[in-house]
């Protein structure tokens, strides 16, 4: 069993590589590690996955790959490489997320029509849905992306869609609500907050606190990739979110709890792209998926917690040379 992950360097792709090498899978990860955060960061996530013989890592944009070879013999592609970042996607960077959000899925769909399989696990955003009046947000919601980077994810989302239309490539869509746990990216909050904690610093909260969102475990995420390649049907798309909405201001003694430190917060205003409320509605996902969030909010933090700490406490290690295609 041959798998590709793309974004496999990634806060996700990792955690779901490794998964996939405990299930049996020979994986195929490529990344082009984006300087959107440090390569020291990525260099640590992939190390571990390198040490196993199943794994190999291509190291190049999935504009510029040769991606029939790369496909061949694979019977699943879990397609997570994206420009993230919902606040600098604006002004002349929407060209990287062109590029890496939208030219590059559909080479990567260009490339899979028209083969036995493999079946395309495609990983969207709650940020697609934007300014829907829905709450919770369903599969059927109105679409009202409020920042570039959503509207280059739906875009994405919609040429799966029409690949499996027009030519039957089985993709699958995933919609994942703020994803958390160990390995976050560094621009993402919680990641954020933590590492203030860690330094003594003060914690900065983009508006008033009072913003909800449904948090999901990274763990829950990756067995949501799983149950999709099972069970997923073809041509659809699945809210994948943590079963919880939160009100951010109310999360404050939680982590005191889980860090054992005081928190300093500093509120400043609200960023442009950054949205009100997210709530998944997951009734779909559990039906045609059986996906239930497993992890609490407390566990996951708690594992959070002591990532940071491991992070930010070693010292920084080259990634090893990575294999070429």
Known sequence: ??????????????????????GGWEVVGVDCFTSFYPRWMKARNVA???RNRRFRLVEKDLNDLALGRLLRGAGAVFHLAAQAGVRTSWGRSFETYIRHNIAATQRLLEAAKGRDG???????????????????????SP????????VTKLAAEQLCVLYFRNFGLP????????????????????????????EGKEITVYGDGRQTR??????????ACLSALERGKAGEVYNIGGGH?????????????????????RLVARQKGDVPDTHAAIEKAGRDLGYRPRTSLREGLAAEWDDIQS???RRRRPIPESAQP
Do not use: C, N
């Not at 493999?118 to 059927?140: H, N, Q, R, W």
């Not at 909405?245 to 430190?261: H, N, Q, Y």
């Open 171 to 198: 993709t699958v869509s995933l919609r994942f609500f703020t994803v958390y746990g160990p390995g976050q990216r560094p621009d993402m909050a919680f990641h954020k907050f933590f590492k203030s904690v860690r």
């Open 245 to 265: 909405r939160e009100r951010l201001d109310r999360l404050f003694p939680l982590f005191e709890s889980v860090t054992g430190r005081p928190l300093r917060i």
């Open 48 to 50: 571990p996955l390198l």
């Open 143 to 150: 679409v009202r992306p409020l920042s570039p980077y959503g």
């Open 311 to 313: 992070l930010y406490g």
């Open 214 to 223: 449904d948090f999901t475990y990274v763990g829950d995420i990756v067995e």
């Open 118 to 140: 493999p079946k395309i696990i495609y990983a969207s955003s709650s940020s697609v849905y934007g300014l829907t009046p829905d709450m919770p947000m369903t599969e059927t």
């Open 1 to 22: 069993m041959k798998a590709i992950v793309t974004g496999a360097s990634g806060f996700i792709g990792s955690h779901l590589s490794r998964r996939l090498l405990e």
